[in-house]
């Protein structure tokens, strides 16, 4: 009996459960900046210039303080070598009898490499920067600069893998290194806009491969003022690429696409949802013309008729009631469209609300939606008010 119970909620339950239609719509947007720039300034100037004066100093100085602690170590040795072989040679003379099978290892001078320098010049990495775009500008006098300032390469290091067995037995080298840039973007009067840090990854090197790890060992020593030389141009160039991005979301209008999940509820046997149908496709007409301007003006009745038609529906309403046409469940999907329509209306206000309410409700679909698009709808309501309100 207690199985039938159990069966027969599961049977009930299941005939009130209307079934969900995940859709989603590709629109194309125009993601506007986060300092946005006034339409006459919008020109791009670029230099360049290396921060490494300190670093090979630095390198200078400790590479005198090893050689003089060398010859220190050096000259300690050799005292004592001095003083052994004298009294070697002194048994000699008394004995008249070799003691050579007694000497001891002379003392080596130990060699110390002279350190490889940072590049001060910054050679043609003005070529570097001069390539980089940001979506509504282009380069010319009268707008904002990007200053890039070119650190040293820090905690370059060389590894190795080992593969292979017996004759065929070989070595793979390789090194990491850093190497980052300090951007600083101002405009005319000289007022910083922007500072970061970019391009500060570990990057990779290949080395090749060798038969044994002193082969590498002789050729690095030979090679290793071109290793890092490599890898400083490479290293450069690439601190550098990496502002592209970070110029583009702060100060770009960019066209970009969205992947928008809309909901809308499949045909159910006990009620007519195509109400519900009419309000998906007006908001799937709606923000599929979103992209035609940067303040989505062109969509923006459009967009308030799809968003009236879910809040007529919404108007039944009955979140104690599963059994009710619009009950807590279809209400739910329909606050999630309402947030995603009114991010594109400019509603910041309305999209916090509908957002509330789905994280209150109890519907684990809605609430794992939301979850999932709080991020972009923050950002969306940054961009909004820095260029529009």
């Given at each position: 009996m207690k199985y039938l119970i159990i069966l027969f909620a599961l049977f009930t339950s299941s005939a009130y459960a209307q079934n969900i239609d995940d859709n989603f719509i590709n629109f194309s947007y125009i993601q506007v900046p986060l300092i946005p720039i006034d339409q006459d300034e919008r020109f791009l100037q670029f230099e360049v210039a290396t921060d490494v004066v300190s670093a090979n100093l630095d390198s200078t100085t400790n590479h005198l303080i090893r050689k003089k602690n060398a010859m220190d170590l050096y000259e300690k040795q050799m005292s004592e070598w001095y003083s052994k072989m004298g009294l070697l040679q002194q048994v000699e003379n008394t004995i008249a009898v070799s003691q050579a099978d007694k000497?001891?290892?002379?003392?080596?001078?130990?060699?110390?490499l002279e350190p490889v320098l940072n590049a001060t010049d910054p050679g043609n990495l003005l070529s570097s920067a001069e390539a980089l775009k940001i979506s509504g500008f282009q380069n010319g006098n009268n707008g904002i600069l990007v200053s890039f300032k070119v650190s040293p390469i820090r905690d370059f290091r060389i590894t190795y893998k080992k593969t292979g067995l017996a004759a065929q037995t070989s070595y793979t080298y390789s090194c990491t290194y850093y190497l980052s840039a300090r951007m600083i973007v101002s405009n005319q009067d000289g007022t910083v806009l922007l500072e970061s840090t970019v391009g500060n990854t570990k990057r990779t090197k290949s080395l090749g491969k060798y038969k044994s790890t002193y082969s590498f060992l002789d050729w690095i020593?030979?090679?290793?003022?071109?290793v890092y030389g490599q890898a400083e141009t490479q290293g450069r160039i690439a601190a550098i690429q990496a502002a592209?991005?970070?110029?583009?979301?702060k100060f770009g209008f960019v066209n970009k696409s969205r992947r928008a999940e809309v909901y809308s509820v499949k045909k159910y046997k006990?009620?007519?949802?195509?109400d519900v149908t009419r309000a998906y496709n007006k908001t799937s007409?709606?923000?599929?013309?979103?992209?035609?301007?940067?303040?989505?003006?062109g969509a923006y009745d459009k967009l308030k008729e799809a968003r009236d038609m879910w809040d007529v529906i919404l108007e039944e309403s009955n979140l104690q009631n599963r059994k009710e046409r619009i009950n807590a469940k279809i209400?739910?999907?329909?606050?999630?469209n309402i947030?995603?329509?009114?991010?594109?209306?400019?509603?910041?206000?309305?999209?916090?609300?509908?957002?509330?309410?789905i994280k209150n409700s109890s519907i684990f679909k809605s609430k794992n939606h939301i979850n999932g698009e709080v991020s972009f709808y923050g950002d969306q309501k940054n961009r909004w008010k820095a260029n529009f309100e």
């Open positions: 000497y001891p290892l002379k003392p080596a001078l130990q060699l110390i020593m030979k090679n290793r003022e071109v592209s991005g970070l110029l583009q979301s006990d009620h007519d949802y195509t007409e709606a923000l599929l013309i979103v992209g035609k301007s940067p303040d989505r003006s209400s739910s999907i329909i606050w999630c947030a995603e329509i009114s991010v594109w209306m400019g509603d910041f206000y309305r999209v916090e609300a509908e957002t509330q309410k």
